[in-house]
C-alpha cells in the first residue's frame, strides 16, 4: 500500500514540476511593446499585431512564440502567418486556439536580450461582424457589431500596448466602448496605451457602426481544372453560389426606388470584380437560364478584371447561381522535364474584393495514363478519394484529384502543385483510336453489302438471277462462234497455201457445224 501511494506521490510531483516548468517558460517571456491594428472596415475582421520581444528573464534564446486565440475568435479564424523583417515565418497548429511561430530560421532571440525584431502577425478572421438590426428596410443604411477584447489576448505579459481599431470611410458611428484612455480621430478609434497588461487579459470592446460595403459570400464553390496535352490548353470553370450574408431585406423590394435615387439600396450589391490569369480566353459567364451578357472584361497590368454584373441586384438574404470559365494556354503553368509534369495553378481565384469562401470543392483531372500523382500545397488541404472522368475517345478514364478545404479569404490565392508522370507516346493513341474505328467501320460495310439476312428470295432477285444466268450463257456461246470464226481463218490460209482440198473440206465440214450448233444455241 505504501509502495502505491509512493508511486502516486511521484508522479504528482512530476506533473507540478512539469506544470511548473511550462508556467516559468511562459513567465520568462514577456511582450515588451504591443501594436494592434484591428481593420474592421469591410466584411472581414483583419488584425495586424506588432510585437516587440522582451526574452530578457529567459537563460535561453527563444525559438518559438505561440499566439493564442480566444474561443470566438478561434472558431472564427481563416488565415494566419508571421513575419519577421518581411521574411514570412513557418506558423503551426498546436490546437484550436494556439499556433506556434518558428523563430529558428532567423529570428530567434537570444538568452538576455530585452528587445527582438518586431515579430508582425496577421489574422483574417470571417462572419465576426454581426448585422444590427439583424433586418432592415430598402431604404435603411446597414449597421453591424463588432466584439473584440481591447488587449491583446497572449499567454505572456505585456509591458505596454495600444490597439487601433479602423472603420469604414464614411457612414456613422452609433457607439464604441470607452476603455480610458480612448481617443477618436476620423474613422479611427485608439485604445491606449496601457502598462503592465498580465496575460490572457480581456476587456470586452465593442463597437456599433455604419457598413455598407458588400456583405458577399460564397456558400459554395466547385472549381474544375482540366488538363490538355493535346491542345497546350488548361480549362477552367467555377461554379459558384453565393449570398448577401448582411442585414436582411424586410419588406417588399421596389425597383422603382432602386432606380430613383443612387442611395436607395446602398447596402444592396449590383456587381463585383473578378480577376482572372491575364492569358486568360474564351470567356464565359451564364447561369440556369443561359448566357449572361450583362457583364464586361477589362485587361489591367497583372490580371483580366471581369465584371460581372447578376440578373438582379443582391438584397440580404438574396442569393444567386452562376458559372464562369476560361480557357488558358499551359506555356507558363505546365512544366515537364522529359516525362514529368508539374502543373502550377492558384488553389482559387479572386472573386471580389475581401472575398469569403464558405466552402470549396478543387477537382484536377489529369489526361489519361497520368501515373506517380502527387501535389504539394501552400497549406493544408483534404484530398478526397480520386475519381474518373470519361470523355471523348477515352478507355481507361481519367484521374480526378479532389481536394477540400473550408473558411478561405484572399489569402488563400496560393498556388497549388500536382506533380505526374505522362507518356508523350499516349498522345497518339486518341489518333489510332479514330483510324481503327473508321477501318472497322468501313470493313462491317462491306460485309453487310455482301450478306443477304432475309428468309426466302423475293421474285424479283429470282428473275434477276435467271436474266443474269441466260446472259452469261449468251456471252459464253459468241465466245465460242467467234472462236469458230478464228479457225476458219486459219483453214483458209493453210489451204492457199498447201492445196490440200480434202484436208480443208474436211474442216469446214466441222466448223460448219460447229457454228451451226451455238447459232441455234444462241437463237
Same mark, same amino acid.
Given at each position: 500500500m505504501s509502495a502505491h501511494v509512493s508511486l502516486v506521490s511521484l508522479f504528482?510531483?512530476?506533473?507540478?514540476?512539469?506544470?511548473?516548468?511550462?508556467?516559468?517558460?511562459?513567465?520568462?517571456?514577456?511582450?515588451?511593446?504591443?501594436?494592434? @491594428?484591428?481593420?474592421?472596415?469591410?466584411?472581414?475582421?483583419?488584425?495586424?499585431?506588432?510585437?516587440?520581444?522582451?526574452?530578457?528573464?529567459?537563460?535561453?534564446?527563444?525559438?518559438?512564440? @505561440?499566439?493564442?486565440?480566444?474561443?470566438?475568435?478561434?472558431?472564427?479564424?481563416?488565415?494566419?502567418?508571421a513575419t519577421v523583417d518581411k521574411k514570412t515565418l513557418k506558423v503551426t497548429k498546436v490546437d484550436d486556439k494556439t499556433?506556434?511561430?518558428?523563430?529558428?530560421?532567423?529570428?530567434?532571440?537570444?538568452?538576455?536580450?530585452?528587445?527582438?525584431?518586431?515579430?508582425?502577425?496577421?489574422?483574417?478572421?470571417?462572419?465576426?461582424?454581426?448585422?444590427?438590426?439583424? !433586418?432592415?428596410?430598402?431604404?435603411?443604411? !446597414?449597421?453591424?457589431?463588432?466584439?473584440?477584447?481591447?488587449?491583446?489576448?497572449?499567454?505572456?505579459?505585456?509591458?505596454?500596448?495600444?490597439?487601433?481599431?479602423?472603420?469604414?470611410?464614411?457612414?456613422s458611428i452609433e457607439s464604441f466602448s470607452k476603455v480610458k484612455p480612448t481617443t477618436q480621430t476620423d474613422r479611427t478609434i485608439t485604445y491606449g496605451s496601457y502598462d503592465s497588461i498580465p496575460a490572457k487579459s480581456y476587456s470586452e470592446l465593442k463597437i456599433h457602426y455604419e457598413n455598407n460595403t458588400p456583405f458577399l459570400t460564397v456558400t459554395r464553390l466547385e472549381r474544375v481544372i482540366e488538363v490538355s496535352h493535346w491542345s497546350a490548353m488548361v480549362s477552367v470553370e467555377e461554379t459558384i453560389d453565393v449570398v448577401h450574408?448582411?442585414?436582411?431585406?424586410?419588406?417588399?423590394?421596389? #425597383?422603382?426606388?432602386?432606380? #430613383?435615387?443612387?442611395?436607395?439600396?446602398?447596402?444592396? $450589391?449590383?456587381?463585383?470584380?473578378?480577376?482572372l490569369p491575364l492569358n486568360a480566353r474564351d470567356i464565359y459567364y451564364r447561369d440556369d437560364i443561359g448566357n449572361i451578357s450583362t457583364s464586361n472584361v477589362k485587361a489591367g497590368s497583372q490580371h483580366l478584371v471581369v465584371d460581372l454584373r447578376p440578373r438582379f441586384p443582391l438584397f440580404g438574404g438574396w442569393k444567386t447561381h452562376y458559372i464562369l470559365g476560361y480557357y488558358t494556354s499551359s506555356q507558363d503553368i505546365l512544366l515537364n522535364k522529359g516525362n514529368d509534369f508539374v502543373l502550377k495553378m492558384p488553389f482559387v481565384d479572386h472573386i471580389?474584393?475581401?472575398?469569403?469562401?464558405?466552402?470549396?470543392?478543387?477537382?484536377?483531372?489529369?489526361?489519361?495514363?497520368?501515373?506517380? $500523382?502527387?501535389?504539394?500545397?501552400?497549406?493544408?488541404?483534404?484530398? !478526397?478519394?480520386?475519381?474518373?472522368?470519361?470523355?471523348? /475517345?477515352?478507355?481507361?478514364? #481519367?484521374?480526378? /484529384?479532389?481536394?477540400?478545404?473550408?473558411?478561405?479569404?484572399?489569402?488563400?490565392? !496560393?498556388?497549388?502543385?500536382?506533380?505526374?508522370?505522362?507518356?508523350?507516346?499516349?498522345?497518339?493513341?486518341?489518333?489510332?483510336? $479514330?483510324?481503327?474505328?473508321?477501318?472497322?467501320?468501313c470493313l462491317l460495310v462491306i460485309i453487310y453489302v455482301r450478306l443477304d439476312f432475309s428468309i426466302s428470295k423475293s421474285p424479283l432477285k429470282q428473275s434477276m438471277g435467271k436474266i443474269n444466268a441466260i446472259n452469261d450463257s449468251i456471252i459464253g456461246h459468241h465466245d465460242k462462234r467467234a472462236s469458230v470464226y478464228e479457225q476458219f481463218d486459219k483453214a483458209s490460209n493453210k489451204f492457199k497455201t498447201t492445196k490440200d482440198l480434202a484436208a480443208f473440206q474436211a474442216i469446214q465440214k466441222r466448223l460448219n457445224a460447229e457454228h451451226k450448233t451455238e447459232t441455234q444455241a444462241i437463237s
Open positions: 504528482v510531483v512530476m506533473a507540478l514540476t512539469v506544470h511548473r516548468m511550462g508556467c516559468q517558460s511562459a513567465s520568462d517571456v514577456v511582450n515588451a511593446k504591443v501594436d494592434r @491594428l484591428v481593420d474592421i472596415s469591410s466584411q472581414l475582421v483583419k488584425v495586424e499585431t506588432r510585437v516587440v520581444v522582451d526574452n530578457s528573464r529567459n537563460k535561453k534564446s527563444l525559438d518559438h512564440y @505561440l499566439v493564442t486565440l480566444e474561443d470566438t475568435d478561434a472558431q472564427h479564424l481563416s488565415h494566419i502567418s499556433y506556434r511561430v518558428d523563430l529558428t530560421a532567423s529570428a530567434a532571440i537570444p538568452a538576455g536580450q530585452a528587445t527582438s525584431p518586431v515579430i508582425t502577425i496577421d489574422t483574417v478572421f470571417t462572419h465576426s461582424l454581426i448585422p444590427f438590426p439583424a !433586418q432592415i428596410i430598402q431604404s435603411e443604411r !446597414q449597421l453591424v457589431q463588432y466584439f473584440g477584447n481591447v488587449y491583446f489576448w497572449s499567454p505572456y505579459e505585456t509591458k505596454t500596448q495600444t490597439t487601433k481599431v479602423k472603420l469604414t470611410p464614411t457612414g450574408t448582411g442585414a436582411e431585406l424586410k419588406g417588399a423590394f421596389s #425597383r422603382y426606388e432602386f432606380q #430613383r435615387e443612387p442611395t436607395n439600396g446602398i447596402s444592396s $450589391i449590383k456587381s463585383w470584380k473578378t480577376k471580389f474584393d475581401n472575398n469569403v469562401i464558405d466552402d470549396v470543392t478543387v477537382k484536377v483531372i489529369l489526361p489519361e495514363g497520368s501515373s506517380d $500523382i502527387n501535389y504539394r500545397s501552400a497549406y493544408t488541404v483534404d484530398r !478526397q478519394k480520386d475519381q474518373k472522368h470519361y470523355t471523348y /475517345l477515352d478507355t481507361i478514364g #481519367r484521374t480526378v /484529384l479532389v481536394f477540400h478545404k473550408s473558411n478561405l479569404v484572399e489569402e488563400h490565392i !496560393q498556388d497549388v502543385e500536382v506533380h505526374y508522370k505522362y507518356n508523350k507516346l499516349l498522345m497518339l493513341q486518341e489518333p489510332l483510336l $479514330i483510324v481503327v474505328a473508321i477501318f472497322a467501320l
